[in-house]
């Protein structure tokens, strides 16, 4: 029998069996598909030697009108503004006390400082700045106490614990002459309150009422007791942020990375603002600040507590006026289908808002009314807040059941790893859920915590090719994801070295300094005459393309490997492991079985310095595939 080529249709199909996908791939990682063929992934490098505090789940980039970059990162425990590679802190201020509201005590042999300050108002790992203080008479001095410090215990309501530090962050003991108290100048600065890093049932929604603690309870929602999520927009060239929960709060271009965010309904001519919310955005109409979530206007006054329907919009061109009058076009509205809104996203001269099981489409009609309110869809509503983006046709979000895509119109995408992901999605910690877009391969990203690896953390993605309509699978832990635009590269953030970092995406073909392990496609079953004959597979003339990358020394290799069964519920086996090189003509196997399965992988030495540099690309793999007789 002459070579058979052997041609794979593109994408992962899961939602077969390994033998009925015939033709196919089943399995893979750190893959995609372009123009029908299997190639791997872009690498990606670190962006900078700088390194933040906290989880990033929210990133968002613009230029100011100067021609400055910024990129903002909300993470759980601070908010940053990234300029020229360095992260600055613009944490709001949640409160200030008066001067020698704080004291402080501390233990010979012990480097715990214990912080007295009455209705302090703080939560474990917040952060405090104190300044104003002096020497508690030995090792804890005036320079050891006036800095930020992160709370490492609340021990009751009107005190908390710190781990006294020098100013290049070493532990300090206090020693038997620390006996004072710090003085009475003391002042005491708290930034917001942090988040959680992870979603506890007891904190989140569904659990008492709305934007309350247990049933009947009239409390406000904290923010600090709910997964931190940010969202943020900019008004103008200053921007607009908001922990999911919280207040709401505006960091000022014209001030400087060295000025912090304030509470945007404190700013003077601030009317009506609301003064905490789920999520905020700027309309592309008419500049509107639209916050979804938000406390209601009872004459003329926020009332503090979350209603989780209802959407507020600030006057034309004015973020700090919110009251309705017949001179402005401000206003609110109520929606009606779900029990709170989920998120939403800026599309084509629309604002979508998604509530935990509908969609609603937000658009702009002028006065009276402002926003017309559409209810576009029922039963599709948005497994997360981050889980929906906009593509260049259209856009595409996550239910906690599929894919969906809107343009006009709602539909959910054919998709042949549904039940692989879907039955695999940690739905007790959804909101981590996000998606984004890779518009220079026309893909979408959605990753999402996976039940299967058990951390209750992003763990892994899928892509959906919207060019081409095919899937792909992988593992990958990235916590918010930026589409190049105003960035020259995707960027995601992450973590190295055991630092939070953000990674620039699609830049050469490596894992940052390391080689990229862990690459691989497997095809599906592969026989001849239906499966009626054993096949002997005697020869393998790979079709491979190498890229290096400029500058890199290097010499690509990856492996081929050939496995087989008789049935389709028996176990593979493995029968050989062929080295490929950018030389290698063909390789001589021995393989024996009704089914044959090929799998390519990246050799997976990631310290090996001829690993690194360079992506790969399978064409038409040609076998020597004959019959071997057959069998009962």
Known sequence: MPL????????????????????????????????????????????????????????????????TRFLGLGTTFKYYIEEGESFNDVTPIRATT?????????????????VTDTAHGAVSNDFVTFSGSSSLGGNITAE??????????????????????????????ANSSDTGNGGSSVVGTYQINVGLDTFVKSTGWGVGTWGAGGWGSSSAISAAGQLRLWTHDNYGENLIINPRGGGIYRWI????????????????????????????????????LICMGVDPLVGGVRTGVIDPMLVAFSDSENELDFEPTATNSAGDVRLSSGSFIVGGIKSRQEVLIWTDTSLYSMTFIGPPLTFAMNLVNEGSGLVGPKAACNAPNGVYFASKTGFYFYNGAVQKLPCQVQEYVFNDLDLGQAFKCHMGVNSEFGEVW????????GTGEISRYVIYNYEENHWSIGSLIRYAWLDAGIEDLPFASAQSESQQCVFQHENGFDDYEDAMTGVFIESADIDISSGDSLAFVKKLIPDMAFVTESGISTNPVMNIVLKRREFPGQSLVTDSTSQ????????????????????????????AVDQKGYKWRIGSTRLDLQPSGRRA
């Not at 249709?9 to 299997?38: H, M, Q």
């Not at 800095?147 to 532990?171: C, H, P």
């Not at 959605?446 to 690896?453: L, M, N, R, V």
């Not at 490929?580 to 030495?605: A, C, H, M, W, Y």
């Open 4 to 67: 058979q080529t052997i041609e794979f249709t593109p994408g992962i199909n899961k939602e077969s069996t390994d033998y009925a996908a015939k033709g196919g791939w089943v399995d893979g990682n750190l893959v995609r598909f372009r123009k029908g063929r299997v190639e791997k992934v872009g690498g990606w490098t670190k962006l900078g030697t700088s390194y933040y505090l906290g989880l990033a789940r929210a990133l968002h980039s613009w230029i100011s009108l100067g021609g």
């Open 98 to 114: 008066a001067a020698g509201d704080v004291t402080f005590s501390a233990t010979d042999g012990s480097s715990t400082i214990t």
């Open 144 to 173: 050891v106490l006036n800095q930020e410090y992160q709370i490492s215990l609340v021990t009751s309501l009107n005190a908390y614990e710190i781990v006294a530090k020098n100013t290049s962050g070493a532990t300090v003991t």
């Open 253 to 288: 271009e014209n001030t400087g990375v060295t000025v912090r965010a304030s509470e945007l309904s404190q700013a003077a001519g601030a009317n009506a603002v609301p003064t905490v919310a789920l999520q905020v955005l700027t309309s592309e109409t008419n500049r509107h």
């Open 446 to 453: 959605f990753f999402y915590p996976s039940i299967e690896d």
């Open 580 to 607: 490929i090189t950018p030389t290698t003509t063909f390789k001589n196997v021995r393989s024996r079985g009704r089914q044959v399965v090929l799998r390519f992988e990246s050799d997976d030495d990631a310290s």
